[in-house]
């Protein structure tokens, strides 16, 4: 049981490039995230997904794109990368937030440090 | 929309003693839950604690408890017998409860914890 798994864990883009942030999970989780953590900031929720073929943004959506074909994996697409993309980027996973499950904990993946020069 | 404070950008205890993380929070539902969520240097996030609104006790897990007062929507971490591996940056965050989608974390802003040898 991995967990949840995050590639690359370092990547340098050009301004202008682009790049797909993989995340997979081996949980059977319903629920994944996408999180920035820019420097001595909290975390941003980029977009998330509810279920495969599910998708909605977050509070800082721009410059970026999801899919969900399965329920395992979540990629986060970065088009045109920018130097305010710059951040270390958070994928999670969990079961439920239904009032009264047991299992609302999210499962986080080690992060993605990426830089934009 | 909801939103988390963590008022406190550093702190730091002396091994063995005891130290309280502050946490408010904004929100108008009723029925939500709060997590406490640990940081250490290789940036994974580690759920500490979990609280459920409705639930009048106040949870605890072995050397973390909390002091949730929800009329104050104060969430507070207590770390008794600190620990050199308790070292880490903390982090507070809201989960609201829904049956359908638009599920989600809001984080605060964290608080770096030190512990002194």
């Known amino acids: 049981n991995a967990g949840v798994t995050q590639t690359p864990k370092f990547r340098i883009l050009k301004i202008g490039q682009s790049m797909t942030l993989q995340c997979a999970q081996d949980m059977n989780h319903n629920y994944m995230y996408w999180y920035r953590q820019d420097p001595g900031m909290g975390l941003k929720l980029i977009y998330y997904s509810v279920g495969a073929g599910i998708t909605d943004k977050g509070e800082v959506p721009n410059g970026y794109n999801v899919s969900r074909s399965t329920t395992e994996d979540f990629p986060l697409r970065l088009e045109l990368a920018a130097p305010s993309q710059t951040s270390v980027y958070f994928c999670a996973s969990s079961y439920s937030m239904v009032l009264g499950a047991a299992n609302t904990e999210a499962f986080f993946g080690q992060g993605t440090r990426l830089t934009v020069v | 929309a909801q939103t988390v404070t963590q008022s406190q950008p550093e702190m730091s205890v002396q091994e063995a003693e005891t130290v309280t993380l502050s946490c408010t929070y904004d929100t108008s539902e009723s029925d939500y839950y709060l997590f406490w969520y640990k940081q250490p240097p290789s940036r994974q996030m580690i759920l500490v604690i979990r609280?459920?609104?409705?639930?009048?006790q106040n949870a605890t897990e072995n050397r973390f408890s909390v002091n949730f007062q929800k009329a104050a929507k104060s969430f507070s971490l207590k770390i008794s017998d600190s620990q050199l591996g308790d070292a880490a940056m903390y982090f507070c965050?809201?989960?609201?409860?829904?049956?359908?989608?638009?599920?989600?974390?809001?984080f605060g802003t964290g608080t770096r914890l030190t512990i002194i040898p």
């Open positions: 965050a809201f989960g609201i409860i829904s049956n359908f989608g638009n599920e989600k974390l809001t």
């Open positions: 609280q459920e609104a409705y639930k009048q």
